[in-house]
């Protein structure tokens, strides 16, 4: 690690504890809005709830302001900040026993048609297949997945490739390209050609199109703390939550702070490949690091 990081990482620790000292004393009262809560919970150590996926509790009691939130994500966003992408298991094995995991992935491939009832076709089985056999270990995991067919389909077959019978999954609708879109007619306009790889890469990395979409940074931190964070098992350590393209590659450019060069799609041609995404490690303390994933190699 260079003098660089080294400093980031210490600054990235005073500045944690200050804002645990400010979050200590800020308003805990939740907001009533169903859709945009104003503060988030803190994630800290599992807990024995009855209840998998009903969110997480920390031996710190911590309400943070939506603001706060958003300051301290960008700590972590700075410390985090990837060129490239690494293998899923090179994470996973690499975990501390401490540290929990969200592989925030893109579903196999699919069949053609792009409905919710759409299905993996056979190379795609054999794919989330493989990212299961990557991943074998004694402990078991939690799956998460949109409402579309071919997300779930996807979980299955990491939990067959595992070995595990799978145990059920939590549903998460919002993790789907709408999440972030703000006005779909003037997308609509702007999508001409049919290239929505194209059109959200621009967006998240230049912030063309804005009128079309929400504040970058907003939806991505809104996501990570009101969406994916409180859907994580509150007793196994590790999630496997399956998603589509367009919600994660926006999140994966926020996330490395737009150093990954992979998904710069009007340069590279290339944009999020199947069981790719973003891995959210969290400490006890409730750090998160990003660190993007590759299920299987690229163009595989």
Not at 126 to 137: I, N, R, T, Y
Not at 174 to 179: A, D, G, I, Q, Y
Not at 184 to 203: C, G, M, Q
Request: proline share 3%.
């Amino acid at each position: 690690m260079n003098i660089a990081k080294t400093l980031l990482k210490g600054s990235l620790a005073i500045a944690i504890g200050a804002l645990y000292a400010c979050g200590s004393d800020s308003n805990s009262q939740s907001s009533d809005s169903e859709s945009t809560p104003e503060s988030s919970a803190s994630i800290g150590e599992p807990s024995s709830a009855e209840n998998d996926n009903a969110g997480s509790s920390s031996s710190v009691a911590l309400i943070l302001s939506f603001e706060e939130e958003m300051a301290r994500d960008s700590l972590f966003v700075e410390a985090s900040a990837d060129t490239g992408f690494s293998a899923i298991e090179d994470v996973y094995h690499n975990l501390a026993s401490d540290e929990r995991v969200v592989f925030l992935i893109r579903h196999a491939k699919r069949i053609t048609k792009t409905s919710k009832e759409a299905t993996l076709v056979y190379a795609g089985k054999v794919q989330a297949q493989q990212v299961g056999a990557k991943l074998v270990s004694d402990e078991s995991f939690a799956y998460g997945h949109t409402d579309f067919v071919r997300t779930q389909e996807t979980a299955e077959y990491i939990a067959l490739g595992r070995g595990e019978e799978f145990p059920g999954s939590v549903v998460i609708p919002e993790l789907t390209e709408n999440w972030y879109i703000k006005d779909a007619e003037r997308l609509a306009v702007y999508d001409t050609i049919n290239n929505p790889s194209l059109i959200y890469s621009k967006w998240a990395y230049n912030n063309e199109y804005s009128d079309a979409f929400y504040d970058l940074k907003e939806r991505c931190v809104r996501a990570i703390t009101e969406i994916i964070l409180p859907n994580i098992s509150q007793t196994k350590r590790v999630n496997i939550f399956v998603s589509h393209d367009m919600f994660i590659g926006p999140l994966t450019v926020y996330c490395t702070n737009k150093k990954i060069n992979r998904l710069r799609y009007w340069e590279t041609d290339k944009w999020v490949y199947f069981v790719s995404g973003i891995a959210i490690v969290i400490k006890p303390n409730g750090e998160r690091r990003y660190i993007p994933i590759d299920g299987i190699e690229y163009d595989t």
